[in-house]
């Protein structure tokens, strides 16, 4: 479980989350969606410690975050652009995760046959395509078998057969009980993949609830319409 409590975040004199509260439980696949600069991003990192609340608690299965980020090695994560050192073939990287992780893989393998990155491990992070980097970013998230995963807009740059295995592969991860958070601009990708939605706008959280009862209340048939009106709504009330 994910429990977030009255989390607020400035960088400088911009409030990016204003007093954030929600619970995600376990074994929910969850997608986040709202604006550009709305606070999905930050709100991702606030929860993996990559950046620090000004207040509020954060707890990950009942642990509040700290220091010594244990914590992390129950979630794995896969950001929108991946920062890998350039000189690193694919292998090395690998295996300098396991060992600064030191744990060791339980799909690793598998996931390479599944996102065909074989042909790939001995080539330098430089020379991947943008996609190929997604897979192997895909590959990291997972392949330690961790109980809560991330997904920061996954399927950007893949190509059709790529983003169609990566679907399957969070489809058997929900299958297994996992927590999966996905932030995704592609509404029938979320569709697809998640089953509650959190909708986060100015910082703020709007919706959070299962996609079944957002399309009955909005009286719409796809999610893309229902945030939309969400959207206009917000607009509306701002500019009265």
């Known amino acids: 479980?994910?429990?977030?409590?009255?989390?607020?975040?400035?960088?400088?004199?911009?409030?990016?989350?204003?007093?954030?509260?929600?619970?995600?439980?376990k074994?929910?696949?969850?997608?986040?969606?709202?604006?550009?600069?709305?606070?999905?991003?930050t709100l991702i990192k606030t929860i993996l410690g990559l950046v620090k609340a000004d207040s509020g608690v954060i707890k990950v299965n009942g642990n509040e975050l700290d220091s010594d980020g244990l914590y992390r090695k129950d979630i794995g994560y896969m950001p929108q652009v991946a920062r890998y050192p350039e000189n690193m073939k694919v292998q090395e990287l690998?295996?300098?995760?396991?060992?600064?992780?030191d744990q060791d893989p339980v799909y690793e393998q598998e996931l390479i046959d599944q996102f065909n990155l074989r042909p790939e491990l001995e080539k330098p992070l430089r020379t991947?395509?943008?996609?190929?980097?997604?897979k192997v970013g895909a590959t990291l998230a997972m392949m330690f078998n961790?109980?809560?995963?991330?997904?920061?807009?996954?399927?950007?740059?893949?190509d059709p057969r790529s983003s169609h295995?990566?679907?399957?592969?969070?489809?058997?991860?929900?299958?297994?009980?996992?927590?999966?958070?996905?932030?995704?601009?592609?509404?029938?990708?979320?569709?697809?993949?998640v089953d509650h939605?959190?909708?986060?706008?100015?910082?703020?959280?709007?919706?959070?609830?299962?996609?079944?009862?957002?399309?009955?209340?909005?009286?719409?048939?796809?999610?893309?319409?229902?945030?939309a009106g969400m959207m206009d709504s917000d607009t509306e009330e701002v500019a009265a």
């Not at 479980?1 to 439980?25: A, H, R, T, W, Y």
């Not at 009955?216 to 999610?223: D, G, I, T, V």
């Open 1 to 25: 479980m994910i429990e977030i409590q009255s989390v607020k975040k400035n960088f400088g004199d911009l409030s990016v989350l204003k007093g954030m509260s929600l619970e995600i439980p």
């Open 27 to 41: 074994g929910q696949a969850t997608g986040i969606v709202g604006p550009n600069g709305a606070g999905k991003t």
């Open 94 to 101: 690998l295996d300098f995760i396991k060992g600064l992780r």
């Open 128 to 134: 991947l395509s943008g996609g190929n980097r997604q």
């Open 146 to 158: 961790p109980d809560i995963l991330f997904f920061d807009e996954p399927t950007a740059g893949l």
């Open 165 to 193: 295995k990566f679907k399957q592969r969070v489809q058997a991860e929900k299958k297994n009980g996992k927590t999966v958070i996905i932030t995704s601009h592609i509404m029938s990708e979320l569709e697809q993949l």
């Open 197 to 227: 939605v959190i909708f986060i706008l100015d910082g703020k959280i709007r919706y959070y609830g299962s996609m079944d009862d957002l399309l009955k209340e909005s009286n719409e048939e796809r999610l893309e319409a229902a945030i």
